[in-house]
């Protein structure tokens, strides 16, 4: 079955410290992949995308994302994350080709301590 | 203009009563969602409209009606919900290419509905 798994529920860094979030899918060929993040009560915001070309893909807030199509995943990282990255982060696909629908998985919340 | 705004933030109403809310982009998107979020779930998508037809409903229940009366505008009407039914209701919208979907999404904040 196709899927989108983000296998961490909740990370909690430091200030300061380097991030990484993960992200699996698992379809029959390579969707396009979306990051978002969505702080306390307010919308989805888009943090970068993966189309096709270069696997390294930059986005807003300093994120980046590589897709490994050998692996199946779209992670996100942060050099160094600041106390108002914490918010709740998306891993989305969609079927190039397919409906406009986008899969989203669970999500994974980040907690930075000070 | 790179927003998409939703009215209101927040909802309260019973049962029996009927409320819309309402989304707005000015981005030229012609492609629009209505999207459900429960507390620690992702979004779930609700509706979708390509130019101002309705192209994807996912078997939602009849007592959400929503509606496109233009390019820029999205309502989403309720009508005798239930206590369940209280989430986040997020819009979003999508720029088209060549008639096909880009499938980047730009939502709204969305409007926090109560149901008592």
């Known amino acids: 079955a196709q899927s989108v798994t983000q296998p961490d529920i909740h990370i909690t860094v430091s200030e300061g410290a380097s991030l990484e979030l993960r992200c699996n899918y698992s379809?029959?060929?390579?969707?396009?992949l979306f990051w978002y993040v969505q702080s306390p009560g307010q919308g989805l915001q888009l943090l970068l995308k993966?189309?096709?070309?270069?696997?390294l893909v930059q986005g807003i807030k300093g994120f980046e994302a590589e897709f490994k199509r050998s692996q199946s995943s779209f992670n996100l990282r942060k050099p160094s994350v600041h106390w108002s990255d914490a918010a709740e982060y998306f891993c989305?696909?969609?079927?190039?080709?397919?409906?406009?629908?986008?899969?989203f998985g669970k999500g994974t919340k980040l907690t930075v301590n000070p | 203009d790179t927003e998409v705004t939703q009215t209101p933030k927040h909802l309260v109403m019973g049962m029996t009563n009927k409320k819309s809310l309402k989304c707005e982009q000015h981005?030229?998107?012609?492609?629009m969602y209505w999207y459900k979020q429960k507390a620690k779930k992702p979004p779930e998508l609700m509706f979708v409209?390509?130019?101002?037809?309705?192209?994807i409903n996912e078997s939602v229940p009849s007592r959400f009606s929503p509606e496109c009366p233009n390019s820029s505008l999205l309502n989403l009407h309720l009508h005798a919900l239930q206590p369940e039914d209280s989430a986040l209701y997020l819009c979003?919208?999508?720029?088209?290419?060549?008639?096909?979907?880009?499938?980047?999404?730009?939502f709204g904040p969305g409007t926090r509905l109560t149901v008592t």
């Open positions: 979003a919208s999508s720029p088209l290419r060549g008639g096909q979907s880009s499938y980047e999404q730009y």
């Open positions: 379809y029959g060929a390579t969707p396009y």
């Open positions: 993966y189309f096709s070309g270069d696997t």
């Open positions: 409209y390509s130019y101002e037809k309705l192209s």
């Open positions: 989305a696909v969609a079927i190039p080709g397919g409906s406009e629908k986008l899969v």
């Open positions: 981005m030229g998107h012609r492609a």
